[in-house]
């Protein structure tokens, strides 16, 4: 199957573990261009307590995180829905990446919660523009649970399908992003960064 688009489209939350992941699945099988990634110092999961999380370095595989998890509580992480997370990770690449140490370059930024989009936006700003190309970052809040990062896989996939009917995307984003906020009934944030 090819590519829907040229886009280049990063899908990102706090860890690279659950809402970007199934975004970055979903977008994938869709034949986008994606790649997805974390803001947070470290990659936090939950753990056998809500004041006890998992939690790990960026670059630590999927497959450790699985095997310690497993190790550490078998029947509880697949209750829970974290072993068959991290299961469907390893298909789709190693090991959660951090934003801000990627040198990738991306058209269209999509952020899972606000406080994720700012910390891409404080990185974007500081960061020295190598071509100048214009990025949008474009932000869906998505409750960090299983069955919300589906819907929310979902939703940012229906974006991108809009996204990439626009003929010209740097003039037509106000009114695409304006029509799929009414259709999902959820509000979305927009700033224009540079690459």
Same mark, same amino acid.
């Given at each position: 199957?090819?590519?829907?688009?040229?886009?280049?489209?990063?899908?990102?939350?706090?860890?690279?573990?659950?809402?970007?992941?199934?975004?970055?699945?979903?977008?994938?099988?869709? +034949?986008?261009?994606?790649?997805?990634? !974390? /803001? +947070?110092?470290k990659?936090?999961?939950?753990?056998?307590a809500?004041d006890?999380?998992?939690?790990?370095?960026? !670059?630590?595989?999927?497959?450790?995180?699985?095997?310690?998890?497993?190790?550490?509580?078998? /029947?509880?992480?697949?209750?829970? !829905?974290?072993?068959?997370?991290?299961?469907?990770?390893?298909?789709?690449?190693?090991?959660?990446?951090?934003?801000?140490?990627? /040198?990738?370059?991306?058209?269209?930024?999509?952020?899972?919660?606000?406080?994720v989009? %700012?910390?891409?936006?404080?990185?974007?700003?500081?960061?020295?523009?190598?071509?100048?190309?214009?990025?949008?970052?474009?932000n869906?809040?998505?409750?960090?649970?299983?069955?919300?990062? /589906?819907? +929310?896989?979902?939703?940012?996939?229906?974006?991108?399908?809009?996204?990439?009917?626009?003929? %010209?995307?740097?003039?037509?984003?106000?009114?695409?992003?304006?029509?799929?906020?009414?259709?999902?009934?959820?509000?979305?944030?927009?700033s224009?960064?540079?690459?």
């Amino acid at each position: 199957m090819g590519t829907v688009s040229d886009l280049r489209i990063a899908v990102i939350c706090s860890s690279n573990m659950n809402r970007s992941m199934e975004a970055h699945a979903f977008l994938s099988k869709k +034949g986008f261009r994606v790649n997805s990634f !974390g /803001t +947070g110092d470290k990659v936090k999961i939950p753990g056998s307590a809500a004041d006890r999380p998992n939690i790990y370095e960026f !670059g630590t595989s999927y497959d450790d995180i699985y095997k310690d998890l497993l190790e550490k509580d078998k /029947t509880l992480y697949t209750q829970n !829905g974290l072993l068959h997370t991290l299961d469907r990770n390893r298909r789709i690449k190693s090991h959660p990446e951090k934003f801000q140490d990627s /040198t990738e370059k991306f058209d269209i930024l999509v952020t899972c919660e606000e406080r994720v989009y %700012d910390q891409v936006l404080e990185f974007m700003e500081n960061k020295a523009p190598s071509d100048n190309s214009i990025v949008h970052v474009i932000n869906i809040d998505i409750r960090d649970n299983l069955e919300e990062a /589906t819907i +929310g896989a979902f939703l940012i996939s229906d974006l991108c399908m809009h996204i990439v009917t626009a003929e %010209d995307l740097d003039n037509d984003i106000e009114e695409v992003l304006h029509s799929f906020e009414e259709k999902c009934q959820r509000p979305i944030l927009h700033s224009i960064v540079f690459n």
